[in-house]
């Protein structure tokens, strides 16, 4: 139920609905590296098709794997970029097969401009933690950090010095020291301002400290809802229709007196609620309010009713 839903559109509670378009601007992310000789691959076999020749064995499954896969993925209502992960080895493939015939002149260029925007970006690496250093990352890690990634440069540098390796190995191997830095440096440093742990751990503190709360999940994302477990070892009992959600504001439910949504979420359109509060919010990025809403008059909260109004 819960897999057809998200194909056929039903399970919108459970977020990720997107257009037609989405993997569109995803593919490509994930194969840029091989991006070029991708689509130089695709365009051979395009060309081999409309002249009637035949094709190298294996290229029919290939794209049924590929191709087809993408275009199932694309008809989904529910669409995510882990999705693709069943995908990837056929697009692999394909390069790899694409690899084997002579390559144009611009792909050879464009996979060599590649190769020199990895090194660049190990260089990067290199550079980031030093700066991390002065925004608050202890020292000895920032250092740690810049020395592995002055390992990872080395070790490109030893690989494009190597006359006798060809040259799809050396692009390979330098991408993937740079990839291997990135997850290992980069992302580190990134989640130290972007993590959602402090705002899921700073709402659970707040509802745990209230003996009086009992509070529900309305319209929780799998971002949300695994948040919570993950970093609060918490699950809060879903609310999906408007009827519930009507009577926790009305305090008549027999359970709940509160829910905990994403301000996006909140008020739901086209229905009429009592008045309600924020008892507390946190910010979890630009985009993203956690909100505690409840009926319950507390001299903390604005009281505001259906229309928004304080």
Known sequence: VNHAGRFTGQATQLGHQSGPGYYVG????????????????????WRRLRRREALDPGWGLLIGWGLGGLLLLTLSSTK???????????????????????????????LKIWLGLMLLLLLAMVLAP????????????????????????????????RRSMPWPQQIGL??????????????PL??????????????????????????????FDETTRAGFYY??????????????????????????????????????????????????EERMGPRRRLQWISAVPRPAAAAITADGSI
Not at 146 to 160: D, H, Q, S
């Open 80 to 110: 995510r970029e882990i999705y693709l992960s069943v995908l990837l080895p056929a697009l692999a493939l394909m390069v790899g097969a694409g690899l084997r015939e002579p390559l144009a002149k611009s792909v050879r260029v464009a």
């Open 174 to 187: 330098v991408t993937a020291l740079a990839y291997i830095a990135a997850l290992s440096i980069a992302c």
């Open 190 to 219: 990134v989640d130290r301002v972007k993590s959602y742990r402090p705002s899921f751990t700073a709402m659970a503190q707040r509802i745990l400290s209230d003996p009086q709360a009992k509070v529900g999940a309305w319209a």
């Open 231 to 280: 970093y609060c070892d918490l699950i809060f009992p879903a609310v999906s229709d408007t009827t519930q959600l009507q009577s926790i504001l009305k305090g008549t439910h027999p359970r709940l007196n509160g829910v905990l949504t994403l301000s996006r979420h909140f008020p739901p359109a086209e229905i009429s609620l009592p008045a309600w509060q924020v008892i507390e």
């Open 26 to 45: 995803v593919v490509p992310l994930y194969i840029l590296p091989w991006l070029v000789a991708w689509l130089y691959a695709l365009g051979d076999v």
């Open 130 to 161: 030093l700066g991390s250093i002065r925004s608050g990352l202890p020292v000895g890690r920032g250092l740690l950090y810049a020395l592995l990634a002055l390992i990872f440069l080395g070790l490109a540098w030893m690989a494009m010095r």
